[in-house]
């Protein structure tokens, strides 16, 4: 549910515990990162620019930030680049446990690889020496420079000697199809380590959302980004990702989840009709879904009806799959005491807002 | 629900009255439509061949069939192409009361658009006089050259003077979203004509179906059908096709719908967040939805417990909207007797095999 307030509507002492599964941090400028770059890769950047050329989902509103207009820090940074205005707001406001960063710079995109790793390494030693170190409340995700499934799994061996990274972070729109074979040294690098793979809204692949080309407009890149999920989903099951990697987790973050009842029965009927396509798969489709994904809650679903959304908890059977998260500082920020259901069962909501991302992400 | 029987599990005297709204007729070889042709366009499709040239989704089995393997008829032709078989294996057999034709030639994927437009007049003209001329329980769909909004109009116009033609035919894959502008004269001829617009499964309008490209499997196509859906239902609305023509009237065919109530919800609630950028809206999208769209059944989603399929007629509250398909001949065939789940009310179950559709498309 959409909050504008800043303020908890609960007495901090009533409150249960909360765990938020997607904080965005942000340099405060482009110039910020240059300390964690190269004299080689900032002459790059000045002389080539980003190479960031492909359109995807450009958020609206105060772009490129797409933030709550009260999320402004006052040090004039971007939102989420203020990490004490961070703690008024988020982590102190809300009493918040824990909280995983996941910093949307667009570095897995750019368009040169090598570039991609060096920025991809900038922001994972920005994050270390600038969020993670003063807070012992933050924990991050790895930005890898995931069109390289090679440079993705270096920069992930180098990261996962820090405990306090929880998770690699990919995004929903990428050049290929993300259970393809140049992505697998990625994911043998996420089991070698036992890290989550973050699949998160948004991304620049090169190709518009839809089947039909380009949509005329923002709300259409919003409503589809599910199905941008769906084909990634598929893709990795119907790959083989999952036999390759038993041990491979992933967490869907932003996209939604009414929409995965109906894609696992269209996967698993597909299956039984066409399995001769895809021998390497051993168990149902479904079967890989509820063993190898998690989901993050924000945006919370919003049926017209209450009884809806507990039909679409007992069609998912995935209870213990689902991770609270606020998406602070951007504009759909999804408030603790507000944004689950009234309906939920007290142990369910404890479930969520804390106890499933404290198991999962290995929290003390 | 997929059989491979021919053979109605039922006695013809205690069964349902039953209309099938997707049968696929086909021309028995290219060369069965020549006759159909001026000598123009016969000399261009032998020098230029056919055009099709984006690639899309190709059924599997018996490419270019996707029959049914004992749909082959005893003239040698393709499936769906002999009517006396057709009469024989379904219209007979199923004691069907009416059929609605859907022949999928790709003759609206022709990329020279005037080839396109004398395709599908020609396979009209072999509609009328091969099929619905000699068999009154058929009904045809319009074939149109859906890619050139004028041409499409000018062939509605011009078969919408039989009234046994009772709809016109899309395809869910196209060059533009099918919100677009280009495509508003056609449907101004299908208001102007009060004909529903059918969208089938398949297409090919030169994207891939996934926003991350070109998938490995025709198990990903197939699983990605639904997507190609929900971006052209969204297009649709948001571009504001239901305000511009108020009487439109659209068949989801054989899409599924089981992702349709997630979708409503994204469409809802991303409208309240995001009206601004579509403000020729007046509605919810929903109410679109609940207005201007109907459904076939063929394939029956299949969830793997009862009550779900309970709680997804429940969430979309639209059974009157259902219209009972077969598919015949393809190969994912749908028998009336077993298609169907079995906790349907008699009521529900008579509505949605033929009284839904008799009155929707206006059968005596």
């Not at 090169?206 to 199905?227: A, C, K, L, R």
């Not at 679409?312 to 606020?326: G, H, K, S, Y």
Request: aromatic share 12%; glycine share 6%; hydrophobic share 40%.
């Amino acid at each position: 549910m959409v909050t504008t307030t800043l303020e908890p509507k609960t007495q901090n002492r009533t409150r249960m515990a909360v765990i938020d599964c997607d904080i965005h941090n942000a340099p405060a400028s482009p110039q910020a990162l240059d300390k964690y770059l190269s004299a080689r890769w900032r002459r790059y950047q000045e002389t080539y620019g980003t190479r960031a050329q492909y359109p995807g989902t450009g958020y609206p509103r105060l772009h490129p930030s797409a933030a709550r207009s009260d999320s402004w820090p006052p040090n004039g940074g971007r939102p989420g680049s203020d990490l004490d205005f961070m703690r008024e707001q988020l982590l102190d406001a809300w009493d918040i446990e824990y909280g995983v960063l996941n910093p949307l710079y667009g570095a897995g995109g750019r368009v040169n690889p090598d570039y991609a790793a060096a920025l991809a390494q900038a922001l994972n030693r920005w994050q270390v020496a600038e969020w993670i170190d003063p807070e012992p409340r933050l924990r991050a995700s790895i930005i890898v420079p995931y069109e390289d499934g090679e440079l993705a799994a270096a920069e992930i061996d180098r990261c996962a000697q820090d405990p306090r990274f929880v998770q690699i972070l990919l995004v929903a729109r990428t050049q290929e199809l993300l259970g393809r074979r140049k992505y697998w040294p990625m994911y043998e690098a996420a089991v070698r380590h036992d890290l989550p793979i973050g699949m998160h809204f948004g991304g620049t692949g090169g190709w518009p959302i839809t089947g039909s080309g380009w949509p005329s407009f923002y709300i259409e890149d919003h409503v589809g980004m599910p199905q941008a999920f769906q084909a990634q989903i598929t893709s990795w099951i119907y790959e083989g990702v999952f036999e390759q990697f038993p041990g491979l987790k992933i967490v869907l973050i932003e996209g939604g989840f009414a929409w995965l009842p109906a894609l696992m029965w269209r996967l698993d009927r597909s299956w039984r009709l066409m399995k001769d396509e895809v021998p390497h798969l051993k168990r149902p489709p479904s079967a890989y879904i509820r063993e190898h994904f998690w989901i993050t809650t924000q945006p919370v679903e919003e049926p017209p009806q209450p009884v809806y959304f507990q039909q679409l908890l007992e069609q998912l059977d995935m209870n213990d799959r689902f991770l609270f998260a606020t998406d602070y500082p951007h504009w759909d920020f999804d408030a603790p005491d507000q944004a689950l259901p009234a309906n939920l069962s007290p142990e369910l909501r404890q479930a969520i807002l804390a106890d499933n991302a404290r198991a999962f992400y290995r929290l003390s």
